[in-house]
């Protein structure tokens, strides 16, 4: 990164964010993100991982700054915002690919930073079964869904879902039944990150079944591949104390 970065600045339609994105251009100018060295997104969690989607591809690190309701991925946001980018520690994350394949036929593919899961769409309960690298290790899941969580994403859906917190760096995904009925004392799993895990929905047209990567939903899904990207990675950047890291280190000893 240069000595004076060329930033741009990228804003949730919330008006704290839009006041705070006028302020920071005011300041700092505004570059297109295709030639920034570095993004700054302004809003919580969720943008974050709409800025990841939209803008992963170019290969910019993203520093966040917290204007919203859920921050993990997000920075506090305050002044000395040159001083913290010079700073600022990375954090490299590689994303989930998903295919999805349809009742219609159609095959959908996304990306998922922090998880991909699978929910019942109605009353019925999902029945699934699960292969990993192409070897059926359970024949039948009956549960409300299942998630696949990367590490970055294992503080979310998956510790509400009472899945492990990962280690970023570890090179783990985690496997994680949402309300699972049979087998009942099943708690998932923690799989090497290179695993392709493959859901089979078993009786998709009476128990249909969709499946979520991030928020990219698609229904109707009769199978579902997921796998570390082998191409992608993304830089987040962080305040040096109160990293990404430390910020997991917390999740975990903390009781409320």
Known sequence: MTAT?????????????????????????????ADADVLAALGGDGFMLQT??????????????????????MNQHGDGLLERLAAAEPAVLRPLEMVAQTESGATVGSLAYNEVSLLRQTRQAAHLRIDLNGQTRLDELICDG????????????????????????????????IAAFRPRRWRGALLKADTEVRFQV??????????????????????????????????LLFDPEHNLEERMLIEQFTSG
């Open 5 to 33: 970065p060329r930033i741009a600045f990228l804003a949730s339609p919330i008006d704290e964010a839009q006041r705070a994105l006028a302020e920071l251009i005011a300041r700092h100018g505004q570059h297109e993100p």
């Open 146 to 177: 299942v998630l696949v969580a990367t590490p970055a994403g294992s503080t979310a859906y998956n510790f509400s879902a009472h899945g492990p917190i990962l280690p970023l760096g570890s090179s783990v995904i985690a496997l994680t039944p």
């Open 52 to 73: 990841l989607h939209r803008y992963g591809s170019l290969g910019k690190p993203v520093y966040g700054m917290k204007l919203g309701t859920v921050g993990f991925l």
């Open 202 to 235: 078993l009786d998709p047209y009476k128990r249909p079944v969709s499946a979520t990567a991030d928020s990219h939903e698609v229904r109707d899904i009769v199978e579902v591949m997921i796998r570390e990207s082998r191409d992608r990675t993304v830089t």
